[in-house]
């Protein structure tokens, strides 16, 4: 009787830590192996500058749109052997127990998510109080990857790689502790909400 073993690998991040290529250049490790690949990605997180198509080498790899994870089913071709699932966060607490029956039916399965919120608390899946946590006890490799810290001053960019936590701002303010979890924004100072990486020195961390 053949022991059919799958394998979950979870990939977790700051937001720019590089998580995502990291994810991507695995699965195209796989395509040029000749391992039949897809990825997903949930609709929720999809943005205008994502691209739809990743391509090196001559080989390529769909971006496909994941409406709600129990689409994974119906979506999954029948030879596909190893699955990418970009920007897990955006799931709700369904999608551990489908990549755990994915595990189970022999298919390896890379997930990406964010690590911790602008709290410096452990992500959430989808609304659901379950966390991204969750899935690392069913995880045979966890591999965690900071940013570089963009704080500013005088000048000059700190430039330290170990920032694991992201800041959320109002203007040149420091989000309160009690505003919206998700709340979009961008990616550099402006008036409005933005978010960067912070280092240890520079993350403002918010006490009870």
């Known amino acids: ?36 690949v897809q990825l997903f990605q949930p609709v929720a997180s999809i943005r205008e500058s994502d691209p739809e198509k990743i391509e090196k080498r001559g080989y390529g790899l769909i971006m496909e749109p994941l409406a709600a994870p129990s689409q994974l089913y119906d979506m999954l071709n029948q030879n596909t052997e190893v699955i990418g699932l970009d920007e897990v966060h955006f799931c709700d607490k369904s999608i551990i127990n489908i990549i755990k029956n994915l595990v189970d039916k022999g298919k390896e399965v890379f997930a990406c998510s964010l690590e911790l919120n602008f709290r410096a608390e452990p992500v959430r899946l989808g609304n659901d109080s379950i966390t991204i946590y969750n899935l690392m006890p069913i ?33 040149d303010k420091a989000a309160p502790p009690d505003s919206p979890l998700i709340e979009k924004g961008d990616v550099k100072p402006c008036d409005g909400v933005w978010y960067a990486p912070r280092c240890r020195e520079h993350y403002h961390f918010y006490r009870e």
């Open 139 to 171: 995880a045979d490799n966890v591999k965690i990857i900071n940013s570089i810290c963009t704080y500013e001053s005088q000048g000059k960019i700190c430039g330290c790689r170990e920032a694991r936590w992201v800041q959320k701002y109002y203007g």
């Open 1 to 36: 009787m053949t022991n059919i073993k799958g394998r979950l690998e979870l990939i977790l991040g700051n937001m720019s830590s590089g998580k995502s290529e990291h994810m991507r250049n695995k699965l195209m490790r796989r395509v040029v192996s000749g391992k039949y």
